[in-house]
């Protein structure tokens, strides 16, 4: 494969964000009025770069949160390879306390290597991997391309993170997200290495 730079970020603010509600692969909410200010804030610092193409999920918040660049014209291919975990029934609905503890109880048995664990309907960061897999090999065969956006979600990156970095699955809560923070990975050709870390600093004028 051809040497690459590319750009991660995840997802702008939705109200489902602002509120503590549930989102996963199977809700499609659309970005705030934050969320949008982020996009253009990211859009302001990251202009310049000269990106041959954006890949995106296949949900609304991830191109809303790229449509700046696309209305520059680069082309653009939504991924639903690249979607959110499916958190199954419990997508849509508020983190109760109960809910909560369902979730860090979840989490725990992922972080001591059971990944093949599924959320209740949902799905394993093992089956997630699999298909971002898929998906990066699709991306990255594209050898006509050397910079890229990609714009996906939180639980997605930390997974796809441990795929390109070699870290096992256990270890994907050790890679921090925030809404529109970017992740950006230089790859030689044969292995990837991290020049930007959830950086948010095009954000700095939104706090």
């Not at 979730?103 to 960061?125: A, D, N, V």
């Not at 639980?155 to 992740?183: S, T, V, W």
């Given at each position: 494969?051809?040497?690459?730079?590319?750009?991660?970020?995840?997802?702008?603010?939705?109200?489902?964000?602002?509120?503590g509600?549930?989102?996963g692969?199977?809700?499609?909410?659309?970005?705030?009025?934050?969320?949008?200010?982020?996009?253009?804030?990211?859009?302001?610092?990251?202009?310049?770069?000269?990106?041959?193409?954006?890949?995106?999920?296949?949900?609304?918040?991830?191109?809303?949160?790229?449509?700046?660049?696309?209305?520059?014209?680069?082309?653009?291919?939504?991924?639903?390879g690249?979607?959110?975990?499916?958190?199954?029934t419990?997508?849509?609905?508020?983190?109760?306390?109960?809910?909560?503890?369902?979730?860090?109880?979840?989490?725990?048995?992922?972080?001591?290597?059971?990944?093949?664990?599924?959320?209740?309907?949902?799905?394993?960061?093992?089956?997630?991997?699999?298909?971002?897999?898929?998906?990066?090999?699709?991306?990255?065969?594209?050898?006509?391309?050397?910079?890229?956006?990609?714009?996906?979600?939180?639980?997605?990156?930390?997974?796809?993170?441990?795929?390109?970095?070699?870290?096992?699955?256990?270890?994907?809560?050790?890679?921090?997200?925030?809404?529109?923070?970017?992740?950006?990975?230089?790859?030689?050709?044969t292995?990837?290495?991290?020049a930007k870390?959830?950086d948010?600093?095009?954000?700095r004028?939104?706090?």
């Amino acid at each position: 494969m051809s040497p690459k730079k590319i750009y991660i970020v995840r997802h702008g603010q939705t109200d489902f964000n602002l509120r503590g509600i549930v989102q996963g692969s199977g809700v499609d909410s659309s970005l705030n009025e934050l969320g949008q200010a982020q996009a253009i804030a990211f859009h302001q610092a990251y202009q310049s770069i000269q990106f041959d193409k954006i890949y995106t999920s296949a949900l609304q918040r991830t191109k809303q949160s790229v449509q700046p660049f696309l209305n520059q014209g680069i082309s653009h291919e939504a991924i639903a390879g690249l979607n959110e975990i499916s958190w199954g029934t419990k997508e849509g609905f508020p983190i109760t306390p109960e809910e909560d503890e369902y979730y860090h109880y979840m989490l725990r048995q992922w972080q001591l290597g059971h990944t093949s664990l599924r959320i209740e309907k949902g799905e394993s960061p093992d089956e997630v991997l699999a298909r971002l897999q898929q998906a990066m090999e699709y991306i990255m065969g594209n050898h006509d391309e050397q910079t890229i956006l990609i714009c996906m979600h939180g639980r997605a990156i930390r997974i796809l993170l441990c795929y390109l970095l070699n870290y096992p699955l256990k270890a994907m809560d050790m890679f921090e997200h925030q809404n529109l923070g970017l992740y950006q990975l230089n790859f030689t050709g044969t292995m990837y290495s991290v020049a930007k870390y959830n950086d948010t600093l095009h954000l700095r004028s939104l706090s």
